[in-house]
């Protein structure tokens, strides 16, 4: 896992009030007992501090309250059909790069073409959807990406 991933794990782990060794805590994360600590320096940089106990029976222990996100979505839980359309959206947010996109509305049955500037890769519910300014509505909207025809990055860049 990345670095991120296991200081988040690590917070999650001791956000239980219970108390670790860093072996455990090493074990669990599937690291040195070393980077247990370099993960603990980097929640104490961000103003989360963890006790340690020092002894035989010693570890760490978080005497604050930390809301840690829940890891609640998994890869077979998140809904796309296709994985090009994502792949190009990526691509145009990394260009900042305009998309001409036909976008269809199930409820009314059509489509529209737009001309958007991406922003962000969202999660809308279980599915995966971009964040972008609409040319045509001239607002930020909320695109679906299954609900896209087609795509396609346009020469233009946007600020």
Not at 117 to 127: D, K, M, Q, S, T
Request: glycine fraction near 4%; charged fraction near 25%.
């Amino acid at each position: 896992m990345s670095k991120v991933s296991n200081v988040l794990m690590m917070l999650e782990y001791l956000s239980s009030g219970q108390k670790y060794s860093i072996k455990d805590l090493a074990t669990k994360l599937e690291v040195s007992p070393r980077m247990v600590r370099v993960y603990k320096d980097e929640l104490e940089k961000a103003g989360i501090y963890i006790e340690t106990i020092k002894g035989p029976y010693g570890g760490y222990v978080l005497n604050q309250n930390v809301n840690v996100p829940k890891r609640f979505i998994t890869p077979s839980t998140i809904n796309i059909e296709n994985k090009d359309f994502l792949n190009i959206i990526n691509k145009a947010l990394k260009e900042k790069r305009k998309c001409f996109i036909e976008y269809f509305y199930p409820d009314k049955q059509s489509t529209s073409k737009r001309i958007i500037h991406p922003y962000a890769l969202i999660l809308l519910g279980n599915e995966w959807g971009v964040a972008a300014y609409c040319e045509l509505k001239k607002e930020i909207r909320h695109f679906y990406i299954n609900r896209i025809k087609t795509i396609n990055i346009l020469e233009n860049y946007y600020n």
